[in-house]
């Protein structure tokens, strides 16, 4: 097993210790999604020398995670902290904590606005900058970076109250985020224009091809570098 295996192995435990007893606290069925999940991977953990980055974000982070730290491979150790908690679930910022608190991290990009379709764009703005503030908490020396969320291949606007994604939806989503981290000095990847008009990027409705990720990869390691020290 690398070390790569173990870190993620004993984050993992680390994880289900700390969130394990705190199941029972009230919140409703209807706030999760038919499945939870959480995706950590820390490669090179043993290793010094080089700049640590870390990708937070959800499936789509999840896609291209790997090409990027092939990108960066001599330049920066890659980890990635996928996950489908939303922004007001309280799992989400208890995932980042223990992440953060696990290693130390000098570029951040995150993103969050693919899940929890049955929770509002007003409720999206109120919890975002809960998010913003964990990272800075326990990542103060960090450089962040924010990633819109990417558009469907095809989409139909969405009927107000409907709980599904849809292009609008996502759209004021970023809206919404942009504002925030644009107050805040915060640049942004925007991941959104640049898979916008490619449905042939597209795996599926929501996900990526090949082609789209190594289209994400190259964006993104070319911001990423942007805010690594020389």
Request: net charge negative; charged share 20%.
């Amino acid at each position: 097993m690398n070390s790569s295996h173990k870190i993620s192995l004993l984050l993992l435990s680390g994880w289900f210790a700390t969130l394990a007893p705190a199941a029972p606290t009230g919140v409703s069925p209807s706030f999760r999604e038919s499945t939870e999940w959480c995706d950590i991977w820390i490669a090179q953990a043993d290793q010094t020398g080089l700049p640590r980055v870390l990708l937070i974000g959800d499936s789509i982070t999840r896609g291209y995670y790997h090409e990027v730290a092939n990108r960066l491979a001599g330049k920066a150790y890659v980890a990635q902290l996928a996950t489908s908690a939303f922004l007001s679930d309280p799992m989400l910022l208890k995932e980042v904590t223990l992440m953060l608190d696990s290693m130390t991290f000098d570029v951040i990009q995150f993103n969050n606005g693919m899940h929890g379709w049955q929770h509002s764009e007003e409720e999206y703005r109120r919890a975002f900058p809960q998010l913003v503030e964990t990272i800075r908490k326990h990542a103060p020396r960090a450089k962040l970076i924010w990633a819109t969320t990417t558009p469907l291949k095809d989409s139909t606007p969405a009927k107000p109250g409907e709980e599904r994604p849809s292009d609008e939806r996502i759209a004021a989503r970023n809206a919404i985020a942009r504002e925030i981290v644009t107050a805040q000095n915060i640049p942004t990847d925007d991941l959104y224009q640049l898979m916008a008009g490619h449905p042939e990027y597209h795996s599926d409705n929501i996900h990526f091809n090949a082609q789209g990720i190594s289209v994400q990869a190259d964006q993104i390691a070319a911001e990423i570098q942007k805010l690594l020290k020389p």
